[in-house]
């Protein structure tokens, strides 16, 4: 079953076929807030790339956030447009679960936990917690979350065991995380330069998945339009700025 992926949530635009477990083509760009001028061109390469026509993809996926408010739209709106001309069933994706899948297999069987995280603006993370099994695969145990620096921190000190930070806000902040945590018992870690933003290759290896495990989602295009809800986890800044004015 092929699947294009693809992520505008945050700084860095991807896009990414694959057909199953296989990657046959990715692109990815740090894009500058340019999400809707480089998107297009990256999709048309991509599949080119992968030397396939728009007619043989399966299914369209998308990073749904948490990210930037603008770039996620960008990229829900377009997955929903080819989606919708194509007939194709849309997968959201949790860009936090992209992160964790991301974490090769003989690194997260070093650790208890991951915890992915992105950059929120104004000062704040988002994050999830996810589990490490014994395989070595990841399962969120929490629903996504943003606040400050020092939420996470008390987050990851609740659960006191072994964890491994991604995501490009825990590599700017790796100082004061490993600081304001101390010397434990258990032990952390932070992901490499790789780690650092979602990538639409995880988007679409997850998509597959849950087509795998759930037919109807393949059925359910025949009966509506394609559609999927951003993860915001909080107003959009011009709605907060309306909204303190409003009440000035």
């Given at each position: 079953m092929i699947v294009l992926g693809i992520d505008t949530a945050t700084d860095v635009v991807s896009v990414a076929v694959v057909d199953g477990d296989v990657v046959l083509a990715a692109s990815e760009l740090r894009s500058e807030r340019r999400h809707a001028e480089d998107l297009t061109p990256m999709i048309d390469f991509?599949?080119?790339?992968?030397?396939?026509?728009?007619?043989?993809?399966?299914?369209?996926?998308?990073?749904?956030?948490?990210?930037?408010?603008?770039?996620?739209?960008?990229?829900?709106?377009?997955?929903?447009?080819?989606?919708?001309?194509?007939?194709?069933?849309?997968?959201g994706i949790d860009g936090l679960a992209a992160l964790a899948a991301a974490v090769p297999t003989a690194t997260t069987l070093q650790f208890d936990i991951v915890v992915p995280t992105i950059d929120a603006r104004r000062r704040e993370v988002a994050w999830a917690t996810h589990r490490v099994h014994d395989a070595g695969a990841t399962t969120r145990v929490d629903a996504p979350q943003v606040g400050s620096i020092e939420d996470l921190l008390v987050a990851v000190r609740e659960r006191g065991q072994n964890c491994l930070f991604v995501g490009d806000f825990a590599a700017r902040h790796?100082?004061?995380?490993?600081?304001?945590?101390?010397?434990?018992?258990?032990?952390?870690?932070?992901?490499?330069?790789t780690l650092n933003w979602p990538h639409a290759k995880q988007v679409a290896l997850l998509a597959h998945g849950q087509l795998l495990r759930d037919d109807s989602l393949v059925d359910e295009v025949q009966r509506r339009a394609p559609s999927v809800p951003a993860m915001y986890l909080r107003e959009a800044d011009a709605e907060i700025n309306w909204a303190t004015r409003s009440h000035a």
């Open positions: 991509v599949v080119k790339r992968a030397g396939l026509a728009f007619s043989d993809l399966a299914a369209i996926a998308v990073d749904v956030g948490p990210g930037l408010f603008t770039g996620m739209r960008v990229g829900i709106a377009s997955a929903q447009a080819l989606a919708h001309a194509l007939s194709l069933p849309l997968i790796r100082d004061h995380i490993t600081t304001a945590l101390g010397p434990q018992a258990w032990g952390i870690a932070f992901g490499d330069d």
